[in-house]
C-alpha cells in the first residue's frame, strides 16, 4: 500500500533550529568542491544545484523507503565529490598536476611519506579523521535532505512554491552568469562538476594508455644485440644517481641558490683536483613535487611516464630499459633504494636488478632521519665499500638519494668519509636538528631547508667521488624533479639538472655532439632535454648499433 503518511516535523525553537540547520548544510557541502578548486571561501558562495535536485526529486516520490534511499545515494554523491576534489587539490598543491582516479594506489604511498615525516599514530589519526569527516558530511546532507523534505511535505503549497522559485532563480542565475563570462558562476554544481572532472581526466588517462601502448611497440632498440648497445663503456662502472627534488629552483631560486652553488663549486674543484671531468644539461621531468619512479621510468625506457597508470602499464611489459640493457651486455645491476623497507616486484620483475639494496639490507646502525631514513653519506659509502669494491663484473647501479626528500627535516650532517661506518656516528645528529614541524610552520624556513637538504646530498655525492679509487667510474647525476610549489612556486618548469661525470676523457667525447656545457652547473641556456629522449641519445653515443 502507497505511503502517503506526511511526516511532522517537531515545532517550536528547536524545529526551526535543525531545519536551518539542514538548510545551510545543503548550501555549503555540494559547493565544498568548489572552495577546492579555488582555494578561497569564495567557492562556498553560490546556489547548488545538486540539493535542488534532490529536493524536487524526494517531492516526487512517495515512498519512504525510496526517498530514504535517494538522500542516502545523494549524500554518499557529495561526499565522493568532496573527497575527490580534496585530493585534487593535495595533488595541485605537492605535484602540480591533478590527481587522476587510475592512480589511487598512490594514495597509499602519500601515506607512508605523512607517516614517516611525523610518526605512524598522527598519521593515522590525521586519515582516519579525514575519513570520518567525509563520512560524517554524507551522512549529514542525507539527513538535511529529508528533513527540508519533511518541512515542505508538511506545507505541500508553500513548499511547491519555494522549491520553484529556487529552482528557477538558479536557471536564471545561470543564464545571466554565462554570457558575463563568470567562470565560477553563483548557479553552481560544483559536486557534480568534481566528479565528472575526475571522470573526464580517467577517460584521458585510458586514451593516453593507448597511446603508450603504440609507442612501446615501436622501440627502435627492442631487437639490437645487446653487446652492441654500451660498447663505449665496456669494462667501466656506471653509476645513475638520481638527488632526490633537485629542480631548477635550486640553481636559480632565490634564498637558496648561492648556498647550493657554492656547493657546486666546491665540488667543481674538487673534482678536477682528482682527475674528473663534467658537462652538464636540463632535462624536462615527467614529474613534479614527488612520485620519483615516474622519472626513473621515463629516463630508464625513454617513455613519457607521467602517470601511475602509465607506470603500470610499461612496468609490465618487457620494454628495454637502461638496467636491463647493462645486464645483457655483462654489468652486474645494483638498485640502492634506501627509503624502501618492503621487497620491490618491479625491480626484479621489470629493471631486473641483480642486486636490490634498501632500507633493509645495507647494515645501517644509525637512527632514522624521517622518511629518509639513511644519509646519503652512509648509502654512498656503502656502495662504495660493498658494491664498486666488490671483484668481478663491471657495475651498473641506479642510486636513489634521500635525504633532500620532502619535509627536509631533520637533516644529518656531513661527517669524515673515514668515520661513516656503520652509520652510528650520526647518533647525534637528529636531536640537533629542527622537526618537520618546526620547519613547516613558515615558507621561507620551508625553503631554506629544502636548499639545505640539496646541499648535503651534493656534498655526500663529491665526498663519494673524491674517496672511490676507480679510474673507470662514470657517473650520471640529475634531479628526479622540482621540489613542490611551496619552494618552486606557482607555475614552475619542471626541468632538473643532469651532469655526467668521468675521468676517461673518452666518455665526455662520446657525447660531444649533445652540446652540454662544460662543468656541473647548467646556465640557464644550456640544452634542455624532455626526459624520455635520454636512453635513446645514450645508446646512440656509447653503442655500436648504427
Known amino acids: ?232 663503456l665496456e669494462g667501466k662502472d656506471v653509476v645513475f644517481v638520481f638527488v632526490e627534488s633537485y629542480g631548477r629552483v635550486a640553481l636559480e631560486g632565490e634564498g637558496i641558490s648561492a648556498g647550493v652553488r657554492d656547493v657546486l663549486r666546491r665540488g667543481a674543484e674538487s673534482l678536477e683536483a682528482h682527475g674528473y671531468a663534467a658537462e652538464s644539461a636540463w632535462l624536462t621531468s615527467p614529474t613534479f613535487g614527488g612520485v620519483s619512479w615516474l622519472a626513473h621510468a621515463t629516463l630508464q625506457t625513454g617513455v613519457w611516464t607521467d602517470s601511475q597508470a602509465v607506470y603500470d602499464q610499461v612496468t609490465h611489459t618487457d620494454r628495454l630499459n637502461l638496467s636491463t640493457a647493462f645486464g645483457r651486455a655483462g654489468w652486474h645491476t645494483v638498485s640502492v633504494v634506501p627509503s624502501n623497507t618492503r621487497p620491490w616486484d618491479v625491480g626484479s620483475s621489470f629493471y631486473a636488478y641483480d642486486t636490490m639494496l634498501d632500507a633493509t639490507n645495507v647494515g645501517y646502525r644509525g637512527p632514522a632521519f624521517g622518511y629518509a631514513r639513511i644519509p646519503d653519506q652512509y648509502t654512498l659509502a656503502h656502495v662504495a665499500d660493498r658494491v664498486l669494491a666488490a671483484p668481478g663484473q663491471p657495475v651498473m647501479a641506479e642510486i636513489d638519494l634521500v635525504s633532500s626528500h620532502t619535509p627536509w627535516a631533520p637533516l644529518p650532517e656531513l661527517v669524515p668519509w673515514s668515520q661513516v661506518g656503520d652509520g652510528s656516528v650520526f647518533d647525534p645528529q637528529p636531536a640537533r636538528s629542527r622537526s618537520p614541524g618546526e620547519v613547516w610552520q613558515d615558507p621561507a624556513t620551508v625553503k631554506r631547508f629544502y636548499g639545505r637538504s640539496i646541499e648535503y646530498s651534493l656534498g655526500a655525492l663529491f665526498s663519494f667521488l673524491e674517496n672511490v679509487d676507480d679510474p673507470d667510474l662514470v657517473v650520471v647525476a640529475l634531479g628526479d624533479h622540482q621540489p613542490a610549489a611551496i619552494v618552486s612556486g606557482q607555475d614552475a618548469s619542471r626541468d632538473v639538472p643532469i651532469s655526467i661525470i668521468a675521468a676517461d676523457p673518452a666518455v665526455l667525447d662520446a657525447i660531444g655532439g649533445w652540446e652540454w656545457e662544460p662543468g656541473v652547473v647548467p646556465g640557464a641556456d644550456a640544452p634542455t632535454w624532455p626526459m624520455d629522449e635520454f636512453r635513446n641519445r645514450f645508446f646512440e653515443a656509447f653503442g655500436s648499433a648504427g
Open 1 to 232: 500500500m502507497t505511503d502517503m503518511r506526511v511526516e511532522r516535523v517537531a515545532p517550536g525553537r528547536r524545529g526551526r533550529f535543525a531545519t536551518g540547520a539542514a538548510i545551510v548544510l545543503l548550501v555549503v557541502l555540494p559547493l565544498v568542491p568548489a572552495g577546492f578548486a579555488t582555494g578561497s571561501a569564495l567557492g562556498l558562495v553560490g546556489i547548488p544545484v545538486e540539493s535542488i535536485v534532490v529536493l524536487l526529486v524526494l517531492a516526487l516520490i512517495p515512498w519512504r523507503m525510496l526517498r530514504l534511499l535517494v538522500a542516502a545515494v545523494f549524500g554518499a554523491f557529495v561526499g565522493v565529490a568532496v573527497l575527490l576534489a580534496g585530493i585534487d587539490r593535495g595533488y595541485e598543491a605537492a605535484l602540480g598536476i591533478h590527481f587522476v582516479p587510475l592512480d589511487w594506489r598512490q594514495i597509499g604511498d602519500a601515506y607512508g611519506v605523512v607517516a614517516s615525516a611525523i610518526g605512524s599514530a598522527p598519521a593515522s589519526a590525521i586519515f582516519t579523521v579525514a575519513a570520518t569527516l567525509i563520512a560524517a558530511a554524507s551522512a549529514a546532507l542525507a539527513w538535511a535532505a529529508l528533513r527540508v523534505d519533511r518541512v515542505l511535505r508538511g506545507r505541500p503549497r508553500r513548499g511547491r512554491t519555494a522549491l520553484a522559485t529556487v529552482a528557477v532563480a538558479w536557471i536564471a542565475v545561470a543564464v545571466v552568469a554565462q554570457p558575463l563570462g563568470l567562470t565560477e558562476p553563483p548557479a553552481a554544481a560544483a559536486s557534480t562538476g568534481s566528479i565528472g572532472s575526475a571522470v573526464s581526466r580517467a577517460v584521458s588517462a585510458l586514451e593516453t594508455r593507448a597511446h603508450v601502448a603504440r609507442e612501446l611497440a615501436d622501440d627502435a632498440y627492442a631487437d639490437v644485440p645487446a653487446n652492441r648497445l654500451l660498447t663505449a
